[in-house]
């Protein structure tokens, strides 16, 4: 696999991690101004997630969505977080502490893959961007 195909499956699975914690989170929140904030987020991580699949299968590449293992870790961790605690604030702590984790990994794989088409640089880019502009709007929820 080579570096395009590799940053641009990062990008695939960072976004489907958005797109999956925010549906099951939207079952969740109570509040209505956080639920319409994550609506739009759910859209933008979507928006990226159907970038990158398109830009893989342009390559010739099958996308590696995230494992079985993977999406069950996850929602058992939703669920397990927020059996006690629903409040916004709780839901916008784990968000951010998500976000961040996101932002680290795009910040490390844009350098690991500086060699990477421009338009696949982009992309990770925008994905960095959107992580730093979700942890920005969350604060306003805890």
């Known amino acids: 696999m080579n570096g ?75 669920n397990i977080q927020t059996m006690t605690d629903r409040t916004s604030s709780h839901i916008s702590e784990m968000l951010i502490i998500g976000s961040n984790m996101g932002i680290i990994d795009a910040i490390k794989n844009l350098k690991r893959y500086k060699d990477a088409e421009p338009s696949i640089v982009k992309l990770m880019e925008k994905l960095l961007k959107f992580e730093e502009d979700n942890v920005q709007q969350l604060k306003q929820f805890l």
């Open 4 to 78: 395009n195909t590799e940053l641009l499956n990062f990008i695939f699975q960072n976004s489907q991690m958005g797109v999956d914690t925010i549906n099951q989170l939207l079952g969740i929140v109570e509040d209505e101004n956080l639920k319409k904030y994550l609506k739009s987020q759910y859209e933008g991580y979507k928006e990226i997630h159907y970038a990158a699949k398109k830009a893989l299968n342009e390559n010739g590449q099958d996308e590696k969505g995230l494992s079985t293992l993977e999406k069950i870790k996850t929602y058992l961790m939703i």
